[in-house]
T-cell receptor, first 114, second 115 residues
């Protein structure tokens, strides 16, 4: 049983560029979550999917952030026109659809915007 | 909205000793879950222990146990027989059933286990 995987693990980009991150959840998990973690802080929820439906996106930090999960399997998080303040670790987690089910986290993608 | 507070930014403990990490939370919901996650240096976050709010019995996982005080909204983590591998950031988190189970995290406690 493979865990949650994320790609790339590290990304360095210049301000103004677009970046896209990928998350592959545990295969039988139908919920997928995205979080952002800045240095020394706890993760902050961004959005989540149940199968292919995005059920909460009001916490996305701005309209430059968007996420998709087109076939209910992997998900992508895109940041357009990156800013230096976007530098952070972006974490993906997945879980089964069940009350209080444990979320399993991936290794994260560390973004540095120059 | 719920909040989670960890008042100890850093703690240290000698190997084989016991340490307790504090967490308080606030929510108006009655049906929620509480978690402790561990994030070792440069490694991914893993679950340490979870507690269902409707259960009065404190959860235990090997050397890890919690003291869940629902009225006080307190959820502390006790690590017994500390090991060098316990060195990590520890995050307390809360999820609400009717809010997609999204996790709200505290700011974390950095635990150093000393030989």
């Amino acid at each position: 049983d493979t865990g949650v995987s994320q790609d790339p693990r590290h990304k360095i980009t210049k301000r103004g560029q677009n970046v896209t991150f990928r998350c592959d959840p545990i295969s039988e998990h139908n919920r997928l979550y995205w979080y952002r973690q800045t240095l020394g802080q706890g993760p902050e929820f961004l959005t989540y999917f149940q199968n292919e439906a995005q059920l909460e996106k009001s916490r996305l930090l701005s309209d430059r952030f968007s996420a998709e999960r087109p076939k209910g399997s992997f998900s992508t998080l895109e940041i357009q026109r990156t800013e230096q303040g976007d530098s952070a670790m972006y974490l993906c987690a997945s879980s089964l659809l069940s009350l209080g089910e444990t979320q399993y986290f991936g290794p994260g993608t560390r973004l540095l915007v120059l | 909205a719920q909040t989670v507070t960890q008042s100890q930014p850093e703690m240290s403990v000698q190997e084989a000793e016991t340490v307790t990490l504090s967490c308080t939370y606030d929510t108006s919901e009655s049906n929620y879950y509480l978690f402790w996650y561990k994030q070792p240096p440069s490694r991914q976050m893993i679950l340490v222990i979870r507690q269902e709010a409707y259960k009065q019995q404190n959860a235990t996982e090997n050397r890890f146990s919690v003291n869940f005080q629902k009225a006080a909204k307190s959820f502390s983590l006790k690590i017994s027989d500390s090991q060098l591998g316990d060195t990590a950031m520890y995050f307390c988190a809360c999820s609400i059933n009717n809010a997609g189970n999204m996790l709200t995290f505290g700011g974390g406690t950095r635990l150093m286990v000393k030989p």
